[in-house]
């Protein structure tokens, strides 16, 4: 989904084939995903929240400087600590953008695959302890699915229409008002495989 260029949109980066090949793996997806759910964070920081050393968090937060993924962010700096932050909001592919290069392929075969036990992790977090939320949280928070018999022009299109909807709503939010928390909106469309037409 490529993202819109209003002032509120989120900046995305669209993977080249070395940022796939540093991003799949399991501590730098998590350091990236942690830096652009939290905010900036120094490499001791990251390391408590993600339950490994400093060291490895230093490294591989290192890997994704290396090709622009996350920078530091000087202003926090410091003394010896070194912030980081994630460089865009939005990581960004098409599926055929690695066809040509098998390794980097396999690379995002990985990460789809990673983002989708994240979805079944935070879910399954939600479910545990959703009743100890509010009857307004239960009742608003679910999941739901439809079958649609689509082309793929259509499905674009589809997707493209739902991700401006979460734009809106993203621009439109108010991390300040009152009972507001960060929400997850996971957004996947894929043809079923092995079912008759």
Do not use: C
Not at 82 to 101: G, I, K, L
């Amino acid at each position: 989904m490529d993202s819109e260029t209003s002032p509120g949109a989120p900046s995305a980066v669209r993977l080249d084939h070395r940022q796939v090949r540093v991003l799949a793996h399991p501590l730098r997806l998590r350091l990236l995903g942690a830096l652009r759910v939290d905010g900036p964070a120094t490499a001791t920081t990251l390391a408590a929240k993600l339950d490994t050393n400093t060291g490895a968090t230093s490294y591989h937060l290192r890997q994704l400087a290396e090709v622009g993924l996350v920078v530091e962010d000087p202003d926090r700096a410091t003394g010896r600590q070194r912030w980081w932050r994630a460089a865009h909001d939005v990581t960004d592919w098409e599926s055929t953008d690695f066809d040509d290069d098998p390794d980097a392929r396999a690379a995002i075969e990985w990460i789809q695959g990673d983002q989708v036990r994240l979805l079944v992790e935070q879910a399954e977090r939600w479910f545990t302890a959703s009743q100890d939320r509010s009857p307004a949280w239960r009742d608003a928070a679910g999941m739901s699915d439809a079958l649609l018999h689509l082309g793929p022009e259509r499905l674009q299109a589809l997707e493209a229409e739902v991700w401006q909807v979460l734009m809106r709503y993203r621009e439109e939010s108010v991390p300040e008002e009152p009972d507001t928390q960060p929400v997850h909106v996971f957004l996947a469309a894929y043809p079923m495989i092995g079912k008759a037409r």
